[in-house]
């Protein structure tokens, strides 16, 4: 199964994935309810992407009362029957990536589902911070530059 | 044709109210409203300052993160481009253009907020601002006499601009950006925007990815240095002015792009009517023959 890694060294916060994202998702431009967030707790300068990570074992799945959110066992993705959400919160609050979101039309939270595993934001995203790829991929290529940068070799384009 | 529904703000800094009032304005609500429907303002008050956001500003494409700064200098209406969130911001609040006159004789911070303005005396310095914001999504701009700032590390407008504002006792502008933009057809807009994204991503110029050097909302190539001054440049070369008017400043790494097309096939899918690309010639023309009228600004 492919997951939507997030480099955050290579993220310069322009926000184009969280736009095209309402776009797709919403219809219409709303930042704020994008599923994926430029998050801006600290200030410009402590900015990070927060997106579903489909967890292994995801917390939401435990932690919703109605049982709603599910995680598929032959894809991997997270989902959930929003239509049952009683916008307890519990899910958002249990979520270690703070990628659970209110929709206000839907009166629901909402996370990340892959766009049906064509991520419209990856194809946006200027800097290739975010990727849509298979999980040992991602981990290679992180692993790489961390044990190049120990070595003081240059990083690899 | 070239029509569009303006939101704008009136805002009365002498008696602290602020009014919202929709308007339907020739040439896609340019700073040609400010000449045309809205030239009251300046007739009355020439020290007048306006806010104004294009029809793409916010709307998702590379460089739609465009709004114009304008006041009058020597009977004439100075534009003043700038590229960062407050512009979008304010749309998603609810206004479009933001129209400031009259003076406070003490600082004040304005706040928009879903479609409602307030003008209140509470510290007007960046971090306050921040602890005291409604949500992480807020735009925060401080003025000083150097350079508007938005969020710490972007400027925004030049000293001119900047001087101005706090002359008529602006010190702060804050966002709160939790609305919405409606637009007319989101498969198409979302379809454009990530062809251009994809174009910039091809060409290899869009600006690096660094920590340390955050870019400007929906910008491809300005970027800011956290640990360096902050200091304002004109994002436009004069030709692509009348872009910025529109709300998109086109980004070197989109050069080779088509970009009177583009814009043109942006606006159709923001707002619904068709426009190509002979309008948009029109357009330009009339508003760079508006840059030489004169105003007769009155009384400050």
């Known amino acids: 199964m492919k997951i939507l890694s997030i480099d955050r060294a290579k993220c310069n916060g322009c926000g184009a994935c969280q736009t095209i994202c309402s776009l797709v998702k919403k219809g219409e431009v709303r930042p704020s309810e994008s599923r994926i967030r430029v998050r801006r707790v600290g200030g410009t300068d402590t900015q990070y992407v927060s997106v579903c990570q489909h967890c292994a074992e995801p917390v939401c799945v435990s932690a919703c009362m109605r049982g709603i959110i599910d995680k598929d066992p032959v894809t991997g993705v997270v989902s959930r029957r929003t239509e049952d959400c009683f916008t307890c919160a519990a899910c958002k609050v249990m979520c270690p990536a703070g990628a659970v979101v209110y929709d206000s039309d839907m009166d629901a939270f909402v996370t990340c589902d892959l766009c049906g595993g064509d991520p419209a934001c990856v194809k946006v995203c200027p800097t290739g911070a975010l990727r849509f790829e298979e999980p040992g991929a991602a981990s290679a290529d992180f692993r790489n530059k961390y044990a190049q940068s120990i070595l003081g070799a240059k990083e690899a384009e | ?300």
């Open chain 2, 1 to 300: 044709m070239l029509k569009r529904v303006v939101r704008y703000a009136a805002v009365d800094l002498t008696n602290r109210t602020a009014d919202i009032k929709e308007i339907q304005a020739e040439s896609f609500g340019t700073w040609s409203m400010h000449l045309e429907e809205m030239g009251f303002w300046w007739e009355a008050d020439a020290s007048t300052m306006a806010l104004t956001t294009g029809v793409l500003t916010g709307t998702g494409a590379p460089g739609t993160g465009a709004f114009i700064w304008s006041y009058l200098k020597n009977g004439k209406l100075q534009n003043v481009a700038a590229e960062g969130r407050l512009g979008a911001a304010m749309r998603y609040a609810g206004v479009d253009v933001l129209v400031l006159y009259g003076k406070s004789e003490t600082p004040l911070c304005l706040t928009i907020d879903d479609g409602e303005l307030a003008l209140t005396e509470q510290a007007a310095d960046y971090a306050s601002l921040l602890a005291n914001r409604k949500n992480e999504d807020a735009v925060i701009t401080t003025v000083s006499r150097k350079a508007v700032t938005e969020d710490k590390y972007f400027a925004i407008s030049d000293g001119a601009v900047a001087k101005r504002l706090l002359d008529k006792g602006v010190a702060a502008i804050v966002a709160e950006a939790t609305g919405a933009l409606q637009v007319a057809d989101a498969s198409r807009l979302a379809a454009i925007c990530t062809e251009l994204y994809q174009a910039g991503i091809a060409s290899g110029a869009a600006v690096g990815s660094s920590r340390k050097h955050p870019v400007r909302f929906l910008s491809l190539d300005s970027a800011a240095d956290l640990e360096g001054p902050v200091s304002y440049e004109n994002p436009v070369e004069a030709e692509n002015a009348v872009y910025a008017a529109l709300g998109i400043i086109w980004s070197k790494a989109l050069e080779r792009c088509d970009q009177k097309r583009y814009t043109a096939e942006l606006i159709s899918a923001c707002l619904g009517t068709p426009c190509c690309e002979a309008d948009l010639d029109v357009l330009f023309a009339h508003l760079a023959e508006l840059q030489q009228k004169k105003v007769e600004g009155g009384a400050v």
